[in-house]
């Protein structure tokens, strides 16, 4: 059996190239706009980067989740002697690194862009955040964006496996058409409950009698965190327990 550091050294080589693509993509494409406005366009007006590294950040979102999901079906991990756990945990575990990664060059890239071309629309996304309060708040949002993402993750995931393991009972497997069906039936059974007991549980956290001040948006956003938390540990173990019942690694 492969060790869970085999298999997320392999896979970390692979989503790392792709990362380290998307954000030489992104430097390159504020290099030719640069020049481009400089040398031909008479337009001199300032262009924001946060649309950019919020595009960048999306597509990065999208292109691991698509990887996320491939190793449930590729020949080239399913042949791999591992178990169901070590394969989900591995892949979503080098997800993460990659997207902090990613997180951290656009980081970068935003900042030294704006050092070296400065604009008036990121000016309060910068220049005016200059307290520990705000820096920590910053903080604490970023931390927040990553779990909402390990959420969606984990989510698809379940979904996945759900639409795959109940297709396998249905006269007409395998149709896109009805995978598609199901994935929004799922998904619409599956939001009653999840919007009921998140909401019931922020209420009684006392999110329902806060005001609009500092300290209660900064609360709102750890009952947020926390919520994202348990329901992240919960479709985990479906995940585990889907993987080892249904999961194409084991057929």
Request: charged share 10%.
């Amino acid at each position: 059996m492969s060790s869970l550091g085999r298999i997320s050294k392999g896979l970390m080589r692979e989503r790392f190239r792709i990362i380290s693509l998307i954000l030489g993509l992104h430097i390159v494409i504020i290099v030719a706009s640069k020049l481009w406005t400089t040398l031909f366009s008479h337009n001199s007006e300032p262009v924001s980067y946060i649309g950019g590294s919020f595009i960048a950040l999306v597509l990065g979102i999208v292109i691991l989740t698509v990887m996320n999901e491939g190793i449930y079906s590729r020949d080239k991990y399913r042949l791999i002697p591992v178990t169901d756990g070590t394969l989900y945990f591995g892949s979503m575990l080098t997800a993460i690194v990659s997207f902090v990664y990613l997180m951290a060059g656009e980081i970068v890239i935003y900042i030294v862009s704006y050092k070296i071309a400065p604009n008036p629309y990121d000016k309060i996304m910068i220049g005016d955040f200059n307290s520990v309060q705000q820096y920590l708040f910053k903080f604490e949002a970023l931390v927040a964006f990553i779990l909402g993402v390990i959420l969606v993750w984990s989510g698809i995931t379940l979904l996945h496996l759900l639409v795959e393991g109940i297709n396998d009972f249905l006269p007409f497997r395998n149709q896109s058409f009805v995978k598609i069906i199901l994935a929004i039936v799922i998904i619409w059974i599956f939001m009653i409950p999840f919007n009921f007991i998140t909401e019931n549980v922020l209420r009684l956290m006392g999110i329902n009698n806060l005001d609009s001040s500092f300290s209660a948006v900064t609360h709102v956003m750890y009952a947020s965190m926390g919520m994202m938390v348990i329901w992240t540990i919960i479709f985990t173990i479906i995940n585990l327990y889907l993987l080892n019942k249904w999961s194409e690694t084991t057929k």
